[in-house]
């Protein structure tokens, strides 16, 4: 089966001359149609650049992105992305934030039947993310897992083949974590939309994912692809079942060894030796 994206030998380098750094080296990865994949690694490893070169936010060197059938050579309809801020135009209402995308040039043409299901489309969101009491509040009113929510819809507002999340939980509390966890869980079933997810939470990653990719630093590559063996239907209660704890630990493992560093007593145990 074609892959709904496919990585080959990407190579990505970041400056030039004596500065110039392998970001990224001969990266191979290929996610399928409806597939829900999370990155993880240490910090450096690449995970953030991967993503925003799928998106087409960043150029690469060598290799070859393909997305739908086509080369990526920059942003495009059919991928959209989610950051860890949420980027919100404080100026438009709940409601208008998610319909933002039907301003853009590619909806130019639009018919009033387009129109139409669209505003339909944008409701239905709404609904989905618990934001109708708020559909008219601002920004600036609301908490930052409702501001995330509010971008997570307006991702999806253009039905995209790919929704691209960079750490989009990361500045959440717990709590509003597992909601979100939950939620997003419940929107990839609906909309069965191929996800990348990258977040340096391996609880996270094996929670929301399917495959776990464990990437490496220095340079960023990938080191190994776990994949979860819990199913669709998932619950918070999983995190505390033993196969989750041990596939938890497997990760961590294989990020600590990757970085050079096995255990954090052993980190701690090389700062107090420099002070």
Not at 32 to 59: N, P
Not at 122 to 134: E, N, P, R, S, T
Not at 194 to 218: C, K, N, Q, S
Not at 255 to 271: H, M, N, P
Request: hydrophobic share 40%; proline share 4%.
């Amino acid at each position: 089966m074609t892959p709904k994206i496919a990585v080959r030998g990407l190579y990505k380098h970041y400056g030039r001359g004596a500065r110039r750094t392998l970001a990224l080296q001969h990266v191979d990865l290929d996610i399928a149609a409806s597939e829900f994949v999370t990155l993880v690694g240490a910090s450096g490893c690449g995970k953030s650049t991967l993503l925003r070169t799928i998106c087409g936010l960043e150029e690469y060197g060598q290799g070859s992105i393909v997305c739908n059938g086509r080369d990526v050579d920059g942003p495009g309809a059919d991928r959209a992305m989610v950051f860890q801020s949420y980027s919100l135009y404080p100026w438009l209402t709940v409601k208008d934030n998610i319909r933002f995308c039907r301003r853009l040039k590619h909806h130019a043409a639009a018919t009033s039947s387009d129109v139409e299901i669209a505003s339909g489309r944008a409701d239905a969101l709404i609904g989905l993310m618990g934001l109708a009491h708020v559909a008219h509040a601002y920004p600036a009113e609301l908490s930052g897992g409702m501001q995330q929510r509010v971008a997570i819809a307006r991702a999806l507002m253009a039905r995209p083949d790919v929704l691209l999340m960079d750490e989009p939980f990361g500045a959440l509390d717990a709590q509003t974590r597992e909601v979100m966890h939950d939620l997003i869980r419940h929107v990839h079933h609906l909309e069965k939309t191929t996800i990348v997810f990258v977040t340096h939470d391996v609880e996270e990653a094996i929670y929301l994912g399917e495959r776990v990719v464990v990437m490496a630093p220095r340079p960023g590559r990938i080191d190994s692809i776990v994949d979860v063996p819990f199913g669709a239907k998932r619950h918070q209660d999983l995190k505390l079942a033993p196969e989750f704890s041990a596939l938890k630990r497997q990760i961590l493992n294989r990020i600590r060894e990757t970085s050079g560093v096995k255990t954090d007593l052993e980190q701690l145990e090389k700062l107090t030796r420099t002070t």
